[in-house]
Structures are given as C-alpha cells and as structure tokens.
C-alpha cells in the first residue's frame, strides 16, 4: 500500500493542480482580467444573489377551447368531403354539437366523428350530436400543455442552456421561474407573456371586413382578426391554418428593404414544401401573416415561395430581437397567467455568504485542532488534505457551472465535519497496528488496508443518498444534494490518495522506525 508509482504520485498533482486552476476565478477580484483561466465563478442561486420570482398559471382552458374549434372545424370539412349535410354546428366551452339533417346519413357521421381519436366521447340523441374530452384525454391535454409550457418557457429564459434558471411545475397547471441575478423583470415578463404562435392564413376574398363587420357575422369557415399595427383596419381570414409556426426551422432579426426591423425566417423541408403549394395555388391573393391573433400583414402573393420569408411591421430593433428569440424557442401551446411576482434583493444573500463563510472559517479551525491535538503530526497532513479538499470542491462547482443555494452552502460545510472521517478511521487502524506490536512503516501498512473497505462503504451509502436527494428532490434539496454529492467524492479522493501521498512522501523521506500517533 505504501508503495505508490510514480503516475499515481502525478495523477494526484495534476488533478489538485486542475482544481486550483478552476477555483482561482473565484478568488481574484473583479478588476483583474480572467478570461486567460478556464474555469468561472460559481453561479449563486436566487437566494445568495437575488433576481426574479415569478409564479405562472397555465392557461389550459384556452388550449380547451382552441381545440374544441378545430375539432370543429375538422368535423365541417370531413362531413362536406362526405357530403354528410347538417346544420347548428356549435362550439361552446365544454362540446361541439351539431345535427345532421337526414336520418339515414347517421351510420356513416357516427363512423367519421368516432374516428377523431380516443381523447373525444361522442354522443348522440338521434340525429343530434355531442362530442366532449373523456377524462382521460383531458388529465393527457392538461399534462401535455404544462410539460410543453416549461420547455418553451426553458428555450425563451436560457437559448445557451448555461443560467440554468430554476423552472419547476407546481401543482396541475402552474409553473415557478425563479432567475438569479435578473433584475429587470419586464424583460422576462415580455418574453413570457407573448405566446408567440405564428401562423399563415388565406384572406377570405368572399366578403370585406367593412361588410362582415355590418352584417355582424363572417362567412362560415372565416373569421374577422384585427391588424396587429395602430391603423385600426381587420380582415376577414380563412380559419384554416395553411402553415404554422412549429414549421419553422430559423429565426433572425434582420432590416427590410426599407431599412426597417423586420424578422426573417427560413421553413423546414416539410413547412417549405407546404409553402410553395400553397403560394404557387393562390397567386394574386392576400396571404396573412398571423401573430398571437392579430394580423401582422396580408401582402398578396406575387409568384411561387419555397422555404423562407419575412415578417415586418411596426417594430423596434429590440422587439425584432425578441421576436425572434421566442419564434426560434416556439410557441407557448397557452397564454401564461402571472399570479405572483418577486423581485428579490442581494441583501439577503450577503448576510447568507457572511454567515456562511463564518461558519466553515470555525468549522475549518475547530477540525484543525481536534485533529492536530489527537493524531499531531498526522493529523496536520491530514488538515493539509482537508484544505486540498474544499479547493477542489470550490473548483468542481466552477467547472460544472453548478448553481450554489444557500442549502448547498450547508452541504460544504457539513462536508467539511466528514472529510477527515476517514483519516479518523485510518490513524485508528494504525495505532491499533502499532499496539500489536508492528513495525512504523507495517502499521500504516496495515491500518490502510484495514480502513479502505470501511471508508469505501461509508461514503459510497452517503453519495447514494445525495444522489437520490438530487433525481427526486428540487430546488434547494437539489442544491444541498449537488455539494453534498461533490464533498463526497472530493473527500474519498483526498482521504485516500492525498494524505496517503502526505504520508508516503513523508515515509521515504524520513524511513521512521517509529513514531507517536
């Protein structure tokens, strides 16, 4: 055991060489240029260095709704495909429901609308029909929505996937952002409250909207929407979804023609194809560009479009920005409902870090002399190890990026009180070696070989432990698993190898034949 080769003794400098490394950005000022090192600060949580606090609702009857009316919408087109005549096609906030005209077309309604899918009952009183969500298809409608939500919400608040903002469901339909270290939460309010949901629709060219507007209805299969800019004009456009947003393969705020912010965006294979169809089938008609509800323009088309195109309208460069950001995230599949909003101050989390730092500088020192006055000389190397330790756990948290909670700040310190463990375990073998009478460099030997088992399974049930503290737990459970975690493995590494490099250096160089331990 004492005999350590030389890749071994380099292995272990290489490995606490990386952690200085790394957790050096987290000791030298902000005035002194850092981007020479690889590593960088350790991210603090929302409660060590504030930001935002926002509680969402997801707005899961919209979604409800919006595909009661294109189940109706499906069901009017598949019964004129079919040449199934009815009338009073309704669509209200729990149904769709409709007559069929003459009996004996029935058997084959029956057959197209069971046909919808599993999610929809459908009922009927005769030649009266009724179509509901099952309980099933709305608990998977309700789960799919929220679960959809929160990724698009993820791709807005962090496109590089490296602020690792904290996005967790809570409850049925509501969904916690928490952001450290932003502070401007309107921003995050813009980007959250816009649902982003692009679409390309035919303008209806039966009717204008100045009439549509006078007889107080549109043609059945049309709809009237108002322009998104300030010129208070509407139109009246075809219900039919023609291509849509989740076809978009890119998004970049660019300049028009005009020198004006406008977006441009480039189709995927299929949303390309389905573009130049559509596009080449209706030269000469107004094809609108629909945002959220609301009319962004309705150019006509002049030839054949394949794959990409642009948006333009009333913009500033920073909402083209933005606009951007949240078409190449995607569309919320329903509007987010704000019902609580924090922002919370650094105040608390100086006084947490101060607290902290006190708590392990007496940790530090109160290991230091226990350890010192109970194994002397041996209990130095093994406090020497313990400071290797936290630089390495320091430098871990860096390089992973980890997020550091106020929890996680107890998971360091409580790390601290079990890192010389196992020197504790070891120095007792070796006395006990030595009790029995063996030789300086045979004891430790033998108190090494004796202790590696139990050190071993000590801390392999801990590191499970924190392991499942981390896949069920969230926030700042995870947050103390994740340091806790770190501690562990950094502790075993330094317990087993380092001070047992302190110790074999100190062996070859001294060859006792005995010493007091």
């Known amino acids: 055991m004492l005999q350590f080769q030389l890749w071994k003794k380099l292995f272990i400098v290489a490995i606490a060489s990386l952690g200085v490394v790394f957790a050096l950005p987290n000791v030298i000022g902000d005035n002194i240029d850092k981007s020479f090192l690889p590593g960088k600060q ?34 009017r087109r598949d019964f004129r495909t079919e040449k199934i005549r009815f009338s009073d096609l309704q669509v209200s906030e729990e149904t769709v429901s409709l007559n069929v005209r003459n009996a004996e077309d029935t058997a084959k309604a029956s057959q197209i609308l069971t046909e919808l899918g599993n999610d929809y009952s459908v009922s009927n009183d005769g030649i009266t029909y009724r179509l509901a969500f099952t309980e099933a298809g709305l608990v998977q409608m309700r789960t799919r929505t929220v679960e959809q939500s929160i ?3 993820r791709r807005r608040l962090d496109p590089e996937g490296t602020k690792e903002p904290i996005i967790q ?15 401007d939460p309107e921003a995050v309010k813009r980007l959250l409250g816009r649902t982003a949901k692009l679409t390309f629709q035919l303008v209806d060219m039966r009717i204008s909207a100045s009439e549509a507007i006078q007889r107080g209805r549109t043609p059945p299969g049309s709809i009237l929407m108002e322009s998104a800019s300030t010129d208070g004009r509407s ?64 150019p006509t088309i002049q030839s054949q479009i394949f794959g990409s195109g642009q948006i333009t ?43 902290g730092e006190i708590a392990a500088l007496i940790g530090l020192i109160l290991v230091a002399v226990y350890m010192v006055a109970s194994y002397g000389f041996f209990g130095g190397l093994a406090v020497a190890a313990l400071a290797v330790n936290i630089i390495l756990i320091v430098a871990a948290l ?20 079990m890192a010389v463990d196992a020197n504790v375990l070891v120095f007792e073998r070796i006395r006990e070696e030595m009790s029995n009478g063996r030789s300086a460099i045979a004891a430790i030997d033998g108190g090494y070989q004796r202790a590696i088992s139990t050190i071993v399974d000590s801390n392999l049930t801990t590191l499970f432990a924190a392991l499942f503290l981390y896949i069920f737990g969230s926030g700042p459970i995870k947050g103390f698993a994740v340091t806790l975690g770190i501690g562990i493995a ?11 490099l302190f110790i074999v250096l100190w062996v070859e160089r001294k060859r006792p034949s005995k010493f007091v331990l």
Do not use: C, W
């Open 398 to 417: 860096s390089a992973l990026q980890a997020t550091l909670t106020l929890p996680g700040i107890a998971g360091i310190v409580l790390t601290m009180g």
């Open 235 to 298: 139109y009246v456009i075809e219900k039919r979804v023609m291509v849509s947003g989740e076809m978009l393969d890119g998004a970049t705020a660019t300049f028009d023609q005009n020198n004006r912010p406008a977006v441009s965006f480039i189709l995927n294979a299929a949303g390309a194809r389905r573009f130049g169809k559509v596009t080449g089938e209706n030269i000469g008609r107004p094809f609108a560009i629909i945002l959220d509800g609301k009319v962004v323009s309705a």
């Open 151 to 153: 990724e698009i919400i």
């Open 42 to 75: 350790i991210n603090l949580g929302l409660d060590l260095q504030g930001g935002s606090h926002l509680l969402l609702r997801v707005d899961v009857d919209a979604v409800k709704r919006e595909q009661l009316e294109n189940l109706g919408e499906t069901i």
């Open 490 to 500: 950094t502790s075993m590494f330094t317990a087993v190898m380092v001070t047992r």
């Open 313 to 355: 309208g009333d913009f500033s460069v920073a909402e083209t920005n933005e606009l951007a950001l949240v078409l190449r995230a995607g569309a919320l599949p329903a509007p987010l409902i704000i019902l609580e909003e924090r922002s919370i101050g650094p105040g608390l989390g100086a006084d947490s870090i101060a607290a």
């Open 169 to 183: 469901r809570q409850g049925a339909d509501r969904v916690l952002v928490q952001l450290p270290g932003v502070d």
